[in-house]
């Protein structure tokens, strides 16, 4: 029993609900933008239907239900969920009143332009593949993205015994941490919290709102933990012809459904917590969001407006836990130690791609010194080639009269006659 449960709670850790430090992703996202990019979905190309990539992903990599799969590609799409959404979907994928997307042979999507970067350079030896489940096919261990994913995005994961809560971040404000720490990187152990608070004001969530002190934040930087109050933005209107005030909401906290803040305002007008209402409207449109509280005459708004923080989800707390897979074990990770597991990986996969390169080129150039030589004797390798009576024959002739090697002598062989 103990066995087994370990077994299965160490899965759940390292292959479902934990992102990994380096790109940021949990194993069905990667697993989704690879088979993406592997179909051909590029964002300069057209949308594919939802049905088709979850199949391709349930078939080749991510042999879970495709309701799970769908979930998480929905998701990427969400720019209420997402900072910067990774998949341009084309239909209805959900909204912040809490509507569920709809059914994958409906929708369409492909990648986002910015995913490219997720995805660059993958195919140069950048990063390790692994086997699929089946053994078929290989998938890549993490992405070699250019992007620190895991603050820009954020996370949020239940394991066994752990979960993750990530906050999304402003790539500008990440990029100025990033060139900092690199410019410093020798002096490294010396940056402090508050060196990167400088560039690092907080999280910037996609639905906005207004973060309630600075003290929070340096928690969560410092130790990885922190707890952070984020309210609605709100303004006053004056109701000119009949001496009222409404209280006009623009911007709600991350992750509150706009819908059951609505029903939540309404409960507590309706069992007297906050009798100043009269009237509460819904007049978001395409423009963005406006929830209207019309209050009664000689209401104060701001009393009303500070009973809506203590009874409604207009002011809620997101709880920070930075915890993410650092070499497939669970870290509790400060922004510093966030960032640097980043610029680390961004090292080693620039390593890996320059010595792919390197490698490639030689090759290439060992092909064409090969050529240079049979140019400068080509009506000689002309009626050798031509007097051989078979390939082999042919290519042993080349190697040993000319010292070519078995790549050249092939390469030679390979050209068409017009090409000589």
């Known amino acids: 029993m103990r066995e087994a449960y370990l077994d299965y709670a160490m899965s759940v850790i390292v292959s479902r609900a934990l992102p990994d430090a380096r790109d940021g992703l949990k194993p069905v996202h990667r697993r989704i933008l690879f088979a993406m990019q592997d179909m051909g979905i590029r964002a300069t190309g057209p949308h594919k239907k939802s049905a088709r990539i979850v199949g391709e992903v349930l078939g080749k990599y991510h042999p879970h239900g495709d309701s799970s799969i769908y979930d998480a590609m929905a998701r990427m799409a969400q720019d209420f969920s997402m900072r910067y959404t990774l998949v341009d979907g084309q239909g209805n994928f959900g909204s912040i009143d809490g509507d569920s997307p709809a059914a994958m042979r409906y929708t369409e999507a492909r990648l986002e332009k910015i995913t490219e970067e997720i995805l660059a350079d993958i195919e140069k030896e950048t990063v390790d593949f692994i086997d699929n489940f089946d053994g078929t096919l290989q998938e890549p261990t993490v992405m070699p993205t250019k992007i620190p994913l895991l603050l820009l995005n954020g996370s949020a994961g239940i394991a066994v015994g752990m979960a993750t809560n990530v906050p999304p971040h402003n790539l500008g404000e990440l990029c ?12 490294i152990d010396d940056i402090s919290v508050e060196d990167l608070m400088k560039f690092v004001k907080g999280p910037d969530f996609p639905t906005g709102g207004v973060i309630m002190g600075r003290e929070g934040i340096a928690q969560a930087y410092s130790t990885g933990r922190g707890r952070i109050i984020v309210r ?32 939540r305002i309404a409960q507590v007008a309706r069992e007297g917590k906050i009798d100043q209402i009269s009237d509460l409207r819904d007049e978001s449109d395409r423009e963005g969001m406006r929830i209207v509280i019309e209050l009664k005459k000689g209401s104060q708004p701001n009393t009303v407006l500070n009973l809506l923080y203590k009874h409604t989800m207009l002011q809620s707390s997101f709880g920070v836990i930075n915890l993410a897979l650092v070499n497939d074990q669970p870290r509790t990770l400060s922004l510093k130690r966030a960032l640097s597991v980043f610029i680390d990986h961004r090292i080693t996969v620039v390593r ?27 009506d000689d390798v002309i009626a050798l080639i031509r007097a051989a009576k078979d390939t082999p ?28």
Do not use: C
Not at 176 to 187: F, L, R, T, V
Not at 232 to 241: A, D, L, Q, S, Y
Not at 257 to 263: G, H, I, V
Not at 355 to 365: G, P, S
């Open 393 to 420: 024959t042919a290519k042993e002739q080349l190697m040993s009269r000319y010292g070519l090697t078995d790549v050249q002598a092939q390469a030679i062989l390979d050209l068409q006659l017009r090409r000589l």
């Open 232 to 263: 609605g933005k709100t303004h006053i209107e004056e109701n000119r012809g009949n001496d009222r005030f409404d209280i006009v909401i623009t911007e709600i906290p991350y992750q509150v459904n706009k819908t059951t803040l609505l029903e």
């Open 176 to 187: 100025d941490a990033m060139i900092y720490m690199i410019e410093n990187y020798d002096g």
């Open 352 to 378: 890996r791609r320059s010595e792919y390169e390197l490698r490639k080129a030689r090759e290439r150039a060992h092909i064409l010194e090969g050529l240079m030589i049979a140019l400068a004797h080509l």
